[in-house]
């Protein structure tokens, strides 16, 4: 009986954790409607591009990373097929860039390889509170596939049909040019606090991290605050389900699998019981 009260209290207490996780991961819900992106992932058969994921890192590394961390995030990943695709010397230079400890060696430090994770920005939570404004930044490794955007009803209804997964990818978008300038008339910020459309309670601490022609493009992308978002904002769905291609394609296979084994299995139905009388 104690044993059942403790699986009891526990499935309260996760139930109760689910929910509010929701509640924030969904956003405000006094704000604008998000606008939902047509994401190359997007669907049954969608798949992620390369060079908006390629473009995405490049927003990653030069503007995000020096606040965010990505502990889940190994540079060998950026070679992975279906992902960034990246070369595996493309991949060994860029992990040359930067620097990690290593305790087992003299100097304590040595240039990273594809094997290692991406460097964190801080080397403790306090040091990256007290860098932004005692806000501790979130992990950037699974954050697309913990939040989600907020649909109306019957919106939502079409989600069953439709396979949308992208709610988190959506969120960041709307996320990062949800910012204004002033906040509305009668809203109050505190000191380090920025008004934004698409955040829970719509005061946050990370200032407007994009800006037009902050990052240079190779090729006819535009440099802009909304390319910005997107191109972060795939990256980031892809860096928190990097295998979503290899899945769909065998969800693909296994779904055709099944229908053509309902068809076998009707027709020896069939073939065994047509000489039988009923």
Request: net charge negative; hydrophobic share 40%.
């Amino acid at each position: 009986m104690k044993r059942f009260s403790k699986i009891i209290s526990a499935v309260l207490l996760a139930a109760s954790t689910l929910s509010a996780g929701s509640a924030v991961a969904a956003g405000p819900s006094n704000g604008p409607d998000p606008v939902l992106q047509d994401w190359s992932f997007s669907g049954i058969f969608g798949k992620y591009d390369p060079a908006q994921l390629q473009r995405g890192f490049q927003v990653f590394q030069e503007v995000c990373s020096s606040c965010h961390s990505a502990d889940l995030f190994a540079f060998r990943m950026l070679s992975k097929k279906g992902g960034t695709e990246y070369t595996e010397d493309q991949v060994k230079a860029i992990a040359a860039e930067y620097t990690v400890i290593d305790l087992e060696i003299e100097d304590g430090e040595r240039p990273a390889i594809p094997a290692d994770t991406w460097p964190n920005p801080f080397p403790t939570p306090l040091d990256a509170a007290g860098a932004n404004n005692g806000v501790v930044p979130p992990d950037f490794s699974v954050l697309a596939k913990a939040r989600n955007v907020p649909q109306k009803f019957p919106n939502w209804i079409g989600n069953y049909f439709t396979a949308y997964q992208e709610g988190g990818a959506d969120y960041i978008y709307n996320l990062l040019v949800g910012y204004h300038e002033e906040p509305p008339h009668g809203v109050e910020l505190g000191d380090g606090q920025y008004y934004n459309d698409h955040f829970p309670g719509h005061k946050i601490s990370m200032g407007p991290p994009l800006s037009d022609e902050l990052v240079d493009y190779e090729g006819s992308a535009p440099e802009t605050v909304d390319q910005y978002a997107k191109d972060v904002s795939a990256f980031m769905m892809w860096l928190a389900e990097p295998d979503m291609t290899a899945r769909k394609e065998l969800g693909f296979r296994v779904l055709l699998f099944l229908f053509l084994l309902t068809g076998m299995m009707y027709l020896v139905k069939r073939r065994l019981w047509s000489n039988v009388d009923h």
